[in-house]
């Protein structure tokens, strides 16, 4: 059963730019999280997609956004680039809603780092 | 009240030693407290859990020790081995809202 796959793997940016990464769920995994990862600061909750719904929102500005489709792959879109944006985004799926499922299983992250 | 803390930052231990890891969180409607193992390169994997209706779990070298009056819960890695070196995330959970985590602990493990 082939695990959550993102992509791509390295992206290097720069201020101003917009970036777009991708996500393909587990095999009949219907709910997607996405998550900033940064030393010091651990994982920061971006939000929950289920049934192509967003379900949660972290406390991140607009700039942050993200969609899901009807084949529970999900995209997230950072605009306007900033410095501080340089970090790991971690993508999770789980069974159902990560509200009931309780098991988030992670993908190896896009490396995203901003000049 | 949304926050988990975890300590140390970094944790070195010599081949054999206990590993011990602490968390304690604000938030009492959180039910369910996984830890996460994440090696370079990769994204966090599950490594053990716990709900509050126990006071410890043990899988293993692994054991989450989980005290409700004080909102703490900690993971205790038993025989540790260079293997085990990687960092550790804790987290919490209620029903209708994400997972937290905690800021994460970078454990080495001497040969």
């Known amino acids: 059963k082939a695990g959550v796959t993102q992509t791509p793997r390295y992206l290097i940016k720069t201020r101003g730019q917009q970036v777009t990464l991708s996500c393909s769920p587990i095999?009949?995994?219907?709910?997607v999280s996405w998550y900033q990862q940064t030393p010091g600061q651990g994982l920061q909750f971006l939000f929950e997609?289920?049934?192509?719904?967003?379900?949660n929102k972290g406390n991140f500005p607009g700039r942050f956004s993200g969609r899901q489709f009807s084949n529970s792959r999900s995209e997230m879109n950072v605009s306007t680039l900033e410095l501080g944006d340089s970090a790991l985004y971690l993508c999770?799926?789980?069974?159902?809603?990560?509200?009931?499922?309780?098991?988030?299983?992670f993908g190896a992250g896009s490396r995203l780092t901003v000049l | 009240q949304q926050q988990v803390k975890q300590s140390p930052q970094s944790l070195i231990v010599q081949k054999g030693g206990i590993s011990i890891i602490n968390c304690a969180y604000e938030?009492?409607?959180?039910?369910?407290f996984p830890w996460y193992q994440q090696f370079p390169g990769k994204g966090p994997a599950l490594l053990i859990a716990?709900?509050?209706?126990?006071s410890e779990k043990k899988e293993g070298r692994f054991t989450i020790s989980f005290n409700k009056s004080a909102k703490q819960f900690s993971l205790h890695i038993m025989d540790s081995q260079p293997g085990d070196s990687a960092t550790y995330f804790c987290?919490?959970?209620?029903?209708?809202?994400?997972?937290?985590f905690g800021p994460g602990t970078r454990l080495s493990v001497l040969p």
């Open positions: 997609y289920f049934s192509e719904t967003q379900r």
């Open positions: 095999s009949g995994h219907r709910s």
């Open positions: 999770a799926s789980s069974p159902t809603e990560s509200s009931g499922a309780n098991v988030l299983t």
């Open positions: 987290a919490a959970f209620s029903y209708g809202q994400n997972f937290v």
């Open positions: 716990i709900r509050p209706d126990v």
């Open positions: 938030n009492t409607a959180f039910d369910y």
